[in-house]
């Protein structure tokens, strides 16, 4: 099928990550691996893609329509990424605007970030029910829900019901669709873009002898939390810093401070944007050469792999203190 092969980091930009290396016919770019020590040399076609991601099945509309609907956006914003690798380019206004968009759902469209929000959903989902078996009156309505219901009477007693539910945790487990968790983020992509188009942007080259690198998860958002810092949400947080690297020489820096729309990066930029790169990748980092110094990188924070999605501690009290959710809360501190 010619939808089926779904790339949720678009094949067109990594492309701009490969080159032709020797013995080799087509381009191709360094795959490393967080959960193994052997880079190896793969497609654009074939890396960063799961087949039917993207397929739908909802009345009145396509299987295929959501992927057409990524690729026509890709088609608007391949362009304008190209001449931003041109010397001397700027973030024009019209760009900025549809360059946000394409951003906010690349973000969102990620198999890292349906993860994310099927951890936050689990979470939300057992401190509600825990609520429910708390309070006598919501308890019993759910109990009548409940039965209404059940064709058949239930094997268990209400008592016993409301006894497992205090303990929600240890006696039920919270399990979603694919295509919830896969689609639900992308209602955040409004929120995220008017957060992108108030920042400030800058493309920053880099010096001869540095590359920026990319990833299975390329858009990278860092921001002040307490006295450290956090990765992954956090797009309205006064301190976020987001990087995107559009090649191997340029890279896309927005803030809310650094007011200069193009710069010539120094090699310590480099070596943090791409340190920040490895940290933020679900498992997947991409280059357009072999390097031990990726190589030792990808390893010095391959632990990362094993980190929990979300301070679930936080996000109860949040719930607690009823504060209103954040678009994007931000995944737990990996460094």
């Known amino acids: 099928m010619k939808y089926k092969n779904n790339h949720f980091v678009p094949e067109f930009y990594l492309k701009s990550f490969s080159v032709i290396h020797r013995g080799d016919r087509t381009p191709k770019l360094w795959a490393y691996d967080k959960e193994s020590e052997e880079p190896r040399k793969q497609s654009p076609k ?23 609907a990524f690729g026509k956006q890709e088609s608007g914003v391949a362009p ?19 360059v946000a968009y394409f951003l906010a759902l690349l973000h969102l469209r990620n198999p890292k970030s349906a993860k994310f929000f099927e951890a936050m959903a689990e979470v939300i989902g057992a401190e509600r029910a825990k609520a429910i078996a708390s309070d006598d009156v919501r308890f019993d309505k759910f109990w009548q829900w409940f039965l209404a ?3 058949e009477p239930p094997r268990i007693t209400k008592e016993h019901f409301r006894k497992l539910a205090f303990n929600f945790d240890e006696n039920f487990t919270i399990k979603f669709d694919t295509k919830y968790t896969t689609l639900s983020p992308l209602a955040y992509a409004d929120a995220i873009n ?5 920042m400030c942007w800058c493309l920053c080259s880099a010096p001869k002898e540095r590359n920026f690198i990319t990833s299975d998860f ?5 921001f002040g939390k307490g006295k450290n810092f956090a990765f992954g949400g956090g797009f309205g947080h ?23 729309k193009a710069v010539l990066a120094d090699s310590s930029f480099v070596k943090e944007a791409n340190r920040r790169m490895v940290i933020n990748a ?9 390097s031990e110094g990726i190589e030792k990188l990808v390893k010095k924070y391959s632990y990362t792999r094993q980190l929990p999605r ?5 996000v109860i009290e949040n719930m607690r203190k009823r504060k209103p959710q954040q678009s994007h809360p931000s995944l737990s501190k990996p460094d």
């Open 80 to 98: 304008i990424l190209a001449k931003w690798q041109k010397p001397g380019a700027r973030p024009e206004v019209d760009e900025i605007s549809e």
């Open 46 to 68: 074939n890396t960063a893609n799961i087949n039917n991601l993207y397929t739908v099945s909802a009345p009145g509309v396509a299987s295929t329509d959501l992927e057409i």
């Open 238 to 260: 006064p301190t976020a810093q987001v990087t995107f690297p559009i090649s191997p020489k340029v890279c896309l820096y927005l803030s809310r401070t650094y007011r200069r």
């Open 310 to 314: 979300l301070d679930k501690a936080e």
């Open 282 to 290: 679900e498992r997947y980092i991409f280059a357009s050469q072999l």
């Open 218 to 222: 390329p858009v990278v958002v860092r």
């Open 149 to 151: 219901k059940e064709t």
């Open 194 to 198: 008017n957060e992108l188009k108030k």
